[in-house]
Nanobody
Framework: QVQLVESGGGLVQAGGSLRLSCTVSGGTFSNYAMGWFRQAPGKEREFVAGISWSGGLTYYADSVKGRFTISRDNAKNAVFLQMNSLKPEDTAIYYC?????????????????WGQGTHVTVSS
């Protein structure tokens, strides 16, 4: 059973930064593409960023491109989301997800395992 645990969420002022972490256990981490999704109240869960198993391919939602950076450290079984220039509309629960033999592209159906989420609140 693959388990994913997110951390690093919290409260930050608009314009500030946070770094989210996701640690993975129970599988071969380097075989998984990884993604970050978020869900705000009343909204659908949406793709934020993804990264291939090798780290050679990355994908970003238009809403975060240029502000967020996804990265991974396969030696530590971890994926990260560096979030800069945060806006109130970034407020959401952020979820880490794993895709076996995927590319880290946006479709939710490509992801097999999900973390429990970490809360990010950006104040004005």
């Amino acid at each position: 059973q693959v388990q994913l645990v997110e951390s690093g969420g919290g409260l930050v002022q608009a314009g500030g930064s946070l770094r989210l972490s996701c640690t993975v256990s129970g599988g071969t981490f380097s075989n998984y593409a990884m993604g970050w999704f978020r869900q705000a109240p009343g909204k659908e869960r949406e793709f934020v960023a993804g990264i291939s198993w090798s780290g050679g391919l990355t994908y970003y939602a238009d809403s975060v491109k240029g502000r967020f950076t996804i990265s991974r450290d396969n030696a530590k079984n971890a994926v990260f989301l560096q979030m800069n220039s945060l806006k109130p509309e970034d407020t959401a629960i952020y979820y880490c997800a794993a895709s076996k033999y995927g590319l880290g592209t946006p479709p939710k159906y490509e992801y097999n395992d999900w973390g429990q989420g970490t809360h990010v609140t950006v104040s004005s």
